[in-house]
């Protein structure tokens, strides 16, 4: 018997490599087999999952923060050409600043030196994982630092979200997390119609009808409307490095694991992703807690267990070997 377990991190409290060892141990104690598979969706922790997925050289890059701090932020290039650049290493929330960390002048500038130093290294496609943002820019501060880098040298960019919130409605859906009040969303909102106008006029693509263009404050649609960038799912597009259903196909069940289970799992996240990849392989869920709005979309699970330290998660990974043996015809 053989278990795969494919955890999300449980944001602020264990990254998703933690979560997976320590349920990994719990099945290896209970006598199973497990195979460590951490996952993610765009957001936090995708850029130590799609390193090690492609087996990508980290590389320090000096760059600057949202609103204007020195950073050391970090890229990874893989031999295939790819780089994986994390957007919130440059432009994040989470960032510590010396000044007034106004929401109007956060900044993707810095995500832009990353990219164009990827480009510069050699890399031929970009993968940025959007999650995370202080910004609402539509992405015009990093256009403006690759342009004066020189562009991107016809390197292909791809974002990874799992939202798909449209580029006019970023503002109103985000704004608010980064510090956002009502009046300073309408600025802002503003502000992404004229960029969108902009793009439109000079560009003849206006990212305002297409969904996921909206993710980390229009950088999306930005990057789509001046690049060509490819808009996707980070959730699937993990899975895709991954080989994801290889592995689900030759296990006895999947092990799946995020900090809270709750009504907006089903809605892009990498558990709905691996629910719809896994086939006929039973889905346990690992979970920090459950939120009581799940309903009956705990009926996906063959199982729901809530562990919030590491014992509980090693426990909760003997308890998956236990019943999923049970189960076994």
Known sequence: ?????????????FPAADVCAHIAAGIRAAGAAAVQLPVADGGEGTFDVLVRGLDARPVRVR???????DVEAVIALAPDGTAVVELAFASGLNLPSTGDRDPVRAS???TGVMMAEAVRLGARRVLVAAGGSATTDGGAGAIAAIEERGGL???????LSDVTTRFADAARVFGPQKGADPATVEVLTWRLNELADGFARELGRDPRPLER???AGG??????????????SGADHVLDVLGFEAHAAASTAVVVGEGRLDSQTGQGKIIAAILARSGTTPVYAVVGSVHEDLGDYADHFAGVIV???????VAAGSQVARIAGHALP
């Not at 040298?153 to 974002?159: K, S």
């Open 1 to 13: 018997m053989s278990i795969l377990v494919a955890p999300d991190s449980f944001k602020g409290t």
């Open 63 to 69: 760059t600057v923060g949202p609103w204007g701090d």
């Open 108 to 110: 993707t500038y810095g």
């Open 153 to 159: 040298d016809g390197a292909e960019v791809v974002v």
């Open 213 to 215: 263009t909206g993710a």
């Open 219 to 232: 950088f999306s649609g930005g990057m789509w409307a001046k690049y060509g960038a490819r808009l996707v």
């Open 307 to 313: 562990a919030s330290d590491a014992k509980a998660l």
